[in-house]
């Protein structure tokens, strides 16, 4: 039997065992959807990317492995013209949990003798960021001249200006319908190949958010009951006002995957501070694209509800910076509210700003001075004073002293240690 015909054999005898679809369009060859699947497909943060497949690996061989560790909704073999993978595909399960222990049981995978896969987390960004937008135009302006050059636009996310709303602060974010959607839609819109309004737009991928791992959480819950049932931990809870408190304006706040001991808020003490205040109030003072919040929602075991806040600064710069950034997203500890979140969130977005500030005022201090030289030593010119006189002392008895020219009587005190 040919070579080609022993594939097609083996991927129809997959189809039939499995039931899944396979379809090969524009460069890819799909496996799936379930047959019994229903409903919409899954969320962000369930496919994986595999790298570094030998060339002769497909279906037949890769849906057996990746389907070990939980449930395939789709695989996607990027093929080439002579009928060989490119050496990548991307999986989607159904369920965060199953990417994640792929990640974590299928790298470094030795699928050929000396040949290990790697497999990590999909960055599934869907966000573009455009920039050089004409101030005076609308949303739904940017919407419709946006829609006559790409495809799969979801919404266009334009901020006003803070003293004229009838102006923008020239930029946008846009959402596709797809990763696909938006890495398409990024190579049409390449700066000097096309023009909207008579000038060039900048356009580059927004900063994807960052995905905490069920696993993770997990683990961060299971500390945190640890910590719960020590009595000392307790205690110190209850004499310590300034854990969990929203005001402390020193207060730490992180990622639960950024090493730290996590730390819960108190949400019988919880009294919010000002921050989400004075982060607005700092952003239309200096003319800043205001912060975007969002909020993840987890349940422990007991039903205790678990919020993790994240915010972004879409355009910081003057006087800050002088070439506009875009900060975030920044990602706060776990919260017992969403409005303890939404301060934390606001709270760690200042201290980064106190950063960036300090880090400013370090690089534009002037160097210190040299130290200042040494006073000239100078040779005396003087010659030395003789020695007129030529005393002898009597150590047996120190209260009497003999001067021999001349004779003259001296009385000393006595010494003593005290």
């Not at 993770?216 to 719960?228: A, E, F, G, I, V």
Request: neutral net charge; hydrophobic residues 35%; charged residues 25%.
């Amino acid at each position: 039997m040919e070579p080609g015909n022993s594939m097609t054999r083996k991927l129809l005898d997959l189809m039939q065992e499995t039931g899944y679809p396979l379809v090969q369009h524009n460069g890819q060859r799909r496996f799936g959807p379930p047959p019994d699947w229903t409903g919409p497909a899954p969320q962000k943060g369930c496919e994986v990317f595999i790298g570094k497949l030998p060339r002769e690996i497909f279906e037949d061989e890769l849906v057996p492995i990746f389907s070990r560790v939980g449930k395939v909704y789709e695989m996607r073999l990027m093929m080439d013209f002579s009928g060989s993978n490119r050496g990548y595909a991307f999986v989607t399960y159904t369920t965060k949990s199953e990417a994640y222990r792929a990640v974590k049981e299928l790298n470094g995978y030795e699928i050929r003798p000396r040949r290990h896969i790697g497999v990590v987390k999909s960055v599934d960004n869907c966000r573009l960021f455009v920039g050089n937008i004409p101030k005076t135009k609308s949303k739904e302006e940017v919407l419709e001249e946006l829609s006559k050059r790409v495809a799969g636009i979801v919404d266009v996310i334009l901020y006003k200006n803070c003293y004229d709303k009838r102006l923008n602060r020239g930029f946008a974010f846009v959402e596709f319908t797809s990763h696909r959607a938006a890495a398409m839609a990024r190579r049409a819109l390449v700066p000097g190949c096309v023009k909207i309004w008579d000038q060039e737009v900048m356009v580059d991928w927004a900063e994807p958010e960052p995905d905490i791992d069920d696993e993770q959480m997990r683990k961060t819950l299971l500390l945190y009951k640890q910590q719960l049932e020590k009595k000392e931990f307790i205690n110190s809870a209850k004499d310590d006002e300034g854990i969990g408190s929203a005001g402390a304006g020193e207060s730490s706040c992180g990622s639960p995957s950024d090493g730290n001991s996590p730390v819960y808020t108190n949400g019988s003490k919880e009294h919010y501070s000002m921050a989400p205040a004075k982060l607005d109030s700092m952003c239309k003072r200096y003319m800043w694209a205001p912060p975007v919040y969002s909020y993840q929602k987890y349940t422990d075991a007991t039903s205790t509800e678990i919020w993790v806040g994240r915010v972004e600064l879409p355009h910081v710069g003057a006087p800050l910076l002088n070439i506009p950034r875009h900060l975030g997203p920044l990602a706060t500890r776990p919260c017992m509210s969403m409005q303890q979140a939404h301060v934390e969130a606001a709270e760690y977005a200042l201290q980064v700003i106190k950063m960036l500030k300090a880090d400013l005022i370090q690089q534009s201090l002037p160097p210190p001075p040299p130290p200042a030289p040494l006073p000239p030593v100078y040779p005396t010119i003087m010659s030395p004073m003789p020695s007129c006189l030529n005393i002898s002392y009597d150590y047996l008895n120190p209260s009497i002293y003999t001067q021999r020219q001349p004779i003259m009587p001296v009385t000393m005190p006595l010494w003593r240690n005290v």
